[in-house]
């Protein structure tokens, strides 16, 4: 299943997801989807007309970060 389906699923944009939200997303992903997952997760860092980065958006990469480095490492 492609990354956006899930996401459509959650009805927000995917600057607007929060922590929890992302991870259940990626959880449910192939490997192909999350390497496009990841792109999405770091351009949505920053917000669409400032270019600021913002805390949910650097959260949310954290968080994905994390889970993916967890995966590696065989935690989960």
């Given at each position: 299943m492609k990354f956006e389906d899930i996401v459509a699923e959650f009805g927000k944009p995917l600057h607007e997801l929060n922590e929890e939200e992302v991870l259940a997303i990626?959880?449910?992903?192939?490997?192909?989807?999350l390497e496009r997952f990841e792109v999405k997760i770091k351009a949505a860092t920053k917000t669409p007309r400032t270019q600021k980065v913002t805390k949910t958006g650097q959260a949310n990469l954290d968080a994905f970060l994390k889970m993916k480095l967890d995966a590696k490492q065989g935690k989960l």
């Amino acid at each position: 299943m492609k990354f956006e389906d899930i996401v459509a699923e959650f009805g927000k944009p995917l600057h607007e997801l929060n922590e929890e939200e992302v991870l259940a997303i990626a959880q449910q992903l192939n490997s192909t989807e999350l390497e496009r997952f990841e792109v999405k997760i770091k351009a949505a860092t920053k917000t669409p007309r400032t270019q600021k980065v913002t805390k949910t958006g650097q959260a949310n990469l954290d968080a994905f970060l994390k889970m993916k480095l967890d995966a590696k490492q065989g935690k989960l």
